[in-house]
């Protein structure tokens, strides 16, 4: 049973979805998520964790992995969620905390992996899926795809695809059950 994370357009759950896996509980740290909108459309239950709502984001953190584990979540992903994990949240999920980036890690972490490659002027990049652990975009990989640079004005579009693509793919590995 998956959890799914997010904080705004929501594609790559929407790709989940698609793709018929088990997604049982969406959680966002902002309410005006788009993915929460697809999530409410496909009837997975979803909420937002405001951490303006809470004491500190470990709090926030503890409360969000205690209603995943209530909806049955054994698996989470991070789908573009743009907040950190701390400590409570990832002990309640050992090892079974996935994200996925839109560069070959470790080359491009954080929020701006795809401009930062075309700022570096690289001819490849691609898209990385991996394990989390406490670092930005750290954690041992899993799964990995390049994407030629050229032609710049298609690359962001062809990124999503393979994320798309290989995000699903890499669950449902994970997941033999649902194969
Ligand atoms: C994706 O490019 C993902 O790799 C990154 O954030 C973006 C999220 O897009 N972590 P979406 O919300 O799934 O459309």
Redesign the pocket.
Known sequence: MLGVL????????QALLDAGLPVRAVASNRKDAY?LVRARAAGVPAATFDLACHADREERDLVMATWLEEHGVELVV???YMHLLTDPFLRRFPDRIL????SLLPAFPGAHAIADALEAGVETTG?TVHRIDSGLDTGPVIAQEAVPVEPRATLEER??AV?HRLLPKVVRELCPAVR
């Open positions: 997010v904080s705004g357009n929501g594609s790559n759950l993915a991070l789908a573009g994200n996925v980036h839109p898209v990124i999503h994320e």
